[in-house]
């Protein structure tokens, strides 16, 4: 690597992902966005460049622990339904972290990111830019994310029967007492299953504990249709980060036991103002590389939930925000409101097909919206 093509070495946050045992999962995170008027693919390219002048990242290579320069993504157009080919890996040392790809007919935009460079809120950022006359509106400037861990003092917030724990030795926990699954579709589909729905919703206080506990709720259903009996659930909760054309953005990891009368969404409120992260988060590279991949799975959660809150977009008329699926259940749930547009809720899911997707995020759909959580 020359001097001149260094761009910036990796943070801890992307290290993390990078690092992670778990490969099973292509990292991949995206937004499908319904645009209020068409845009023609010569002007997107025209943003996209100028843009990365601003955000070289969207442009960068891998080289090891560096990002490099390189050339920006090249638009793509496709008369496919919006869905189809999400998830695909990206070759970091030969492609930008970054696809793009529009509609024939120029009315819906597909961005894909990896998740090595970009959280949910970074991506989020980049629609903001590109569906905008210039892409100084609403941009938040790339930087590195070299930041210390948010605390020192121990892991994220585990509870135990509604207490809350603050010592590492909760990730070693799981090998003993691996979190239950989601109960799979029979047989598996062959790809991951992408769906969404538009819900009305109250934007006031507390939506992500509230939709937490939906999707709890809803897991717990479908398992029991399959008699399947789930006494304790993994939560995996994503944090936004900065907005920043970049990856800044940390997770907070809840333990229950459902035989317990814990108030779901109260704890999932003190987890979230927990400032203390997971010990695999703090301490990646190392911790990550410790963790044997063969058993990589028995660390993770049973579901995800990340909720970008309402995003200023208005280039946006619907924003699909689909975070990364992976471990044993690989079912993640995202929900992103527009300013001036719709709520929409999405699921994930690796093991799921369409069907019983489409079900499992009406159930929650279905829970969030009921009068008891209006």
């Given at each position: 690597?020359?001097?001149?093509?260094?761009?910036?070495?990796?943070?801890?946050?992307?290290?993390?992902?990078?690092?992670?045992?778990?490969?099973?999962?292509?990292?991949?995170?995206?937004?499908?966005?319904?645009?209020?008027?068409?845009?023609?693919?010569?002007?997107?390219?025209?943003?996209?460049?100028?843009?990365?002048?601003?955000?070289?990242?969207?442009?960068?290579?891998?080289?090891?622990?560096?990002?490099?320069?390189?050339?920006?993504?090249?638009?793509?157009?496709?008369?496919?339904?919006?869905?189809?080919?999400?998830?695909a890996r990206f070759a970091l040392d030969l492609e930008p972290p970054l696809?793009?790809?529009?509609?024939?007919?120029?009315?819906?935009?597909?961005?894909?990111?990896?998740?090595?460079?970009?959280?949910?809120?970074?991506?989020?950022?980049?629609?903001?830019?590109?569906?905008?006359?210039?892409?100084?509106?609403?941009?938040?400037?790339?930087?590195?994310?070299?930041?210390?861990?948010?605390?020192?003092?121990?892991?994220?917030?585990?509870?135990?029967?509604?207490?809350?724990?603050?010592?590492?030795?909760?990730?070693?926990?799981?090998?003993?007492?691996?979190?239950?699954?989601?109960?799979?579709?029979?047989?598996?589909?062959?790809?991951?299953?992408?769906?969404?729905?538009?819900?009305?919703?109250?934007?006031?206080?507390?939506?992500?504990?509230?939709?937490?506990?939906?999707?709890?709720?809803?897991?717990?259903?479908?398992?029991?249709?399959?008699?399947?009996?789930?006494?304790?659930?993994?939560?995996?909760?994503?944090?936004?980060?900065?907005?920043?054309?970049?990856?800044?953005?940390?997770?907070?990891?809840?333990?229950?036991?459902?035989?317990?009368?814990?108030?779901?969404?109260?704890?999932?409120?003190?987890?979230?103002?927990?400032?203390?992260?997971?010990?695999?988060?703090?301490?990646?590279?190392?911790?990550?590389?410790?963790?044997?991949?063969?058993?990589?799975?028995?660390?993770?959660?049973?579901?995800?939930?990340?909720?970008?809150?309402?995003?200023?977009?208005?280039?946006?008329?619907?924003?699909?925000?689909?975070?990364?699926?992976?471990?044993?259940?690989?079912?993640?749930?995202?929900?992103?409101?527009?300013?001036?547009?719709?709520?929409?809720?999405?699921?994930?899911?690796?093991?799921?097909?369409?069907?019983?997707?489409?079900?499992?995020?009406?159930?929650?759909?279905?829970?969030?919206?009921?009068?008891?959580?209006?």
């Amino acid at each position: 690597m020359n001097q001149t093509s260094g761009l910036r070495p990796t943070t801890r946050q992307e290290r993390a992902v990078l690092a992670h045992p778990d490969q099973r999962s292509s990292w991949v995170i995206a937004l499908i966005a319904d645009l209020c008027e068409p845009l023609a693919p010569a002007e997107l390219d025209r943003r996209v460049r100028l843009l990365s002048e601003h955000a070289p990242i969207i442009s960068a290579r891998r080289d090891g622990d560096w990002w490099v320069r390189g050339e920006p993504p090249v638009v793509t157009t496709s008369s496919d339904d919006a869905g189809s080919g999400l998830g695909a890996r990206f070759a970091l040392d030969l492609e930008p972290p970054l696809r793009l790809r529009l509609s024939d007919s120029h009315r819906t935009l597909v961005i894909e990111g990896h998740h090595a460079a970009f959280d949910g809120l970074g991506l989020a950022t980049v629609v903001t830019a590109l569906t905008s006359e210039t892409p100084e509106v609403g941009r938040v400037p790339d930087e590195p994310v070299a930041r210390p861990p948010t605390s020192e003092r121990g892991s994220a917030a585990i509870t135990v029967e509604g207490r809350t724990e603050g010592s590492d030795s909760s990730l070693w926990s799981r090998l003993l007492r691996p979190a239950p699954r989601v109960a799979a579709s029979c047989p598996p589909p062959r790809h991951e299953s992408f769906v969404a729905q538009d819900v009305a919703i109250d934007r006031g206080g507390a939506f992500t504990a509230r939709l937490t506990r939906a999707c709890v709720d809803a897991a717990i259903a479908r398992n029991r249709s399959y008699d399947i009996r789930m006494s304790r659930v993994g939560i995996s909760l994503g944090l936004g980060g900065s907005r920043t054309i970049g990856n800044t953005a940390s997770y907070r990891r809840v333990d229950l036991d459902l035989r317990s009368k814990t108030d779901i969404a109260e704890v999932v409120r003190n987890a979230i103002a927990d400032e203390r992260e997971p010990a695999e988060l703090r301490f990646a590279p190392s911790a990550a590389r410790l963790l044997a991949r063969p058993v990589a799975s028995w660390f993770s959660d049973s579901l995800l939930v990340s909720n970008l809150g309402i995003v200023d977009a208005p280039g946006v008329r619907r924003l699909q925000f689909f975070p990364v699926a992976r471990g044993r259940s690989a079912v993640a749930f995202g929900a992103a409101s527009l300013a001036r547009g719709r709520a929409t809720l999405t699921l994930r899911a690796r093991d799921l097909d369409r069907d019983d997707a489409l079900q499992l995020l009406g159930m929650v759909s279905e829970r969030l919206t009921s009068p008891g959580d209006a």
